[in-house]
């Protein structure tokens, strides 16, 4: 019997089949550590007929405190495209918020850790989270250096069904990442450096004390290009007409987040000797063989070395509690937050912030 006309009927059938195929083969590429293999089961979010009275085995699906396959959280507004149990975010969220098994990222969480990525708002999230505090869930506007309306989604960002790239980032260029090997022996052709991947282990996979940002490339950096394809004005190269100015008198219209080390130019620029100093560091893009997150105070870099501030140096890539979702961290903090150190205002923030690379004023 010849069937191709009955799929040609129900390409849907087609595609969940692919959808399936895939998440029961096994994974054996490296594919961003999240949403791959066993960890990427169908029917957590898809649905084929937006109907589930009960679970696989017969009983209530329980969710709370211990995950169970298959959640049962269809929404009272469904069926939804793609066969989804929910609206893209509710269905994310659904997982990534007030849950111990998979990174909160939707405001405050109780999972005891500095989360590198910061926390996420909605339309209508209260304080300490409002919306002009980091990126807003289902706020259509424009971005900031953007050039059109944009409804934000996590799907924008993130592949669902796992990437080669770091946290499963989409992009034309992967964000190549490494993981479990000892600081100084590193792969330093890739962009980024976990200290681990452990099933389970959020801190340890999640935390900001658990990620480094190498120099893979001393004229560009892979993460400022992810960035730029929604906040466009605010990334490009030295001398162009987003960054102007040049490498030896500075005079740039907007900070660079690639090219330029921090110290290099001397003068009134950035000090070397000033991040050196700190008892507590922003991340900045460094392909030294020294940590420069475990080293503090130590004096051990050179402008030579090649650190260099890039977009996550200032901002925390999902928000948190200060405006923009900058990181307010002083230099001798006793502590580090999602905000930097604690309790400061904006005023104090900024010169903490700014005080971790530029030496200028009192």
């Not at 961003?32 to 066993?38: K, L, N």
């Not at 269905?91 to 990525?117: E, I, K, T």
């Not at 002009?132 to 960002?157: E, N, R, Y």
């Not at 991947?197 to 001393?218: I, M």
């Amino acid at each position: 019997m010849n069937r191709r006309p009955f799929l040609l009927a129900f390409p849907s059938l087609v595609l969940l089949g692919v959808v399936m195929l895939v998440g029961i083969l096994p994974w054996s590429a490296r594919t961003g550590e999240y949403h791959t293999g066993e960890a990427l089961v169908c029917f957590d979010c898809h649905t084929m007929h937006f109907s589930m009275q009960h679970g696989w085995a017969g009983g209530p699906v329980v969710i709370g405190g211990q995950f169970q396959n298959g959640g049962d959280w269809l929404g009272n507004t469904g069926p939804n495209a793609n066969l989804l149990k929910l609206p893209e975010n509710q269905l994310c969220l659904s997982c990534h918020d007030g849950q111990n098994f998979a990174p909160d990222v939707l405001g405050a969480h109780g999972n005891n850790y500095v989360r590198q990525a910061g926390a996420l708002n909605q339309i209508g999230s209260a304080a300490p989270y409002e919306n002009w505090k980091g990126h807003s869930l289902d706020m259509k506007a424009i971005p900031p250096g953007g050039v059109s309306d944009i409804t934000l989604t996590c799907g924008q960002c993130h592949a669902f069904h796992g990437s080669t790239s770091y946290r499963n980032l989409k992009g034309a260029i992967p964000i190549t990442y490494t993981k479990g090997e000892p600081y100084a022996s590193r792969t330093k052709t890739v962009e980024v450096w976990l200290k681990q991947w452990v099933k389970g282990d959020l801190a340890g996979n999640y935390a900001y004390d658990s990620v480094r940002f190498n120099e893979r490339n001393p004229n560009n950096g892979a993460y400022a290009d992810f960035c730029q394809g929604c906040h466009v004005a605010f990334h490009g190269t030295v001398g162009d007409n987003k960054i102007g100015g040049d490498l030896t008198t500075g005079g740039f219209l907007r900070h660079p987040n690639a090219q330029v080390n921090i110290g290099a130019m001397g003068g009134g620029h950035s000090s070397i000797a000033r991040y050196n100093a700190g008892m507590k560091r922003v991340h900045v893009m460094s392909n030294a063989n020294a940590d420069y997150l475990a080293n503090p105070g130590a004096g051990t870099f050179t402008a030579v070395d090649g650190l260099t501030p890039s977009c996550f140096t200032c901002h925390k890539s999902h928000g948190n509690q200060n405006p923009f979702g900058l990181i307010f961290l002083a230099r001798n903090s006793a502590t580090v937050t999602e905000e930097g150190t604690p309790n400061v205002g904006p005023g104090e923030g900024m010169r903490n912030l700014c005080g971790q690379c530029h030496g200028q004023g009192n």
